[in-house]
């Protein structure tokens, strides 16, 4: 599709980004796959973009995970306000629901990024003996660990 490539080289002469792996799809179907520009406007980024580039979208893969645990505790006839994360990671606080870690008022604080010297197989056990900074539910502390332990639980 010739055309869908011009759409995004337009984007990114006009600087809207300096690079895109696309993958276009009909059903199950692909329909066009391509991989037009470069990694990044600054020049230690001026790798060219394949059609394998993964890209870290940060923040936003909070709401497909919160999307799919909407999904799956509806499936479950889960009520995420009434259901203590600890019914799924034991260890934790059982004032701490579901929905708390959904808007980040769990009380957690530690960061995941303080976690990094420890092996992944061991964060859910830290921060199940961290100290809450606040009651859940009272205080929003924006913190990725509520999202972490969201997947984690999601995985049970």
Same mark, same amino acid.
């Given at each position: ?6 759409? @995004?080289?337009?984007?990114?002469? #006009? ?24 990694? #990044? ?15 870290? @979208? ?19 006839? @889960? ?16 004032? @701490? ?5 959904? *808007? ?32 859940? #539910?009272?205080?929003?502390?924006? *913190?990725?660990? *509520? ?10």
């Amino acid at each position: 599709m010739p055309q869908f490539r011009a759409i @995004i080289e337009r984007a990114i002469e #006009g600087g809207a980004f300096p690079g895109a792996s696309v993958y276009l799809g009909r059903e199950k179907d692909v329909v066009w796959s391509g991989a037009v520009g470069r990694l #990044g406007h600054e020049t230690e980024f001026h790798e060219s973009v394949c059609v394998g580039t993964l890209y870290d @979208i940060a923040s936003l893969s909070k709401i497909y995970t919160l999307a799919a645990a909407l999904c799956a505790l509806s499936e479950a006839s @889960i009520a995420p306000e009434s259901t203590p994360l600890s019914a799924f990671l034991p260890g934790f606080d059982p004032r @701490i629901s579901l929905e708390h870690l959904f *808007n980040h008022s769990s009380g957690i604080v530690r960061h995941l990024q303080t976690l990094e010297s420890l092996p992944a197989g061991e964060w859910v056990e830290t921060l199940s003996r961290e100290t809450l900074q606040t009651e859940p #539910g009272r205080v929003v502390l924006y *913190n990725c660990s *509520n999202y972490f332990l969201l997947a984690r639980a999601l995985e049970k």
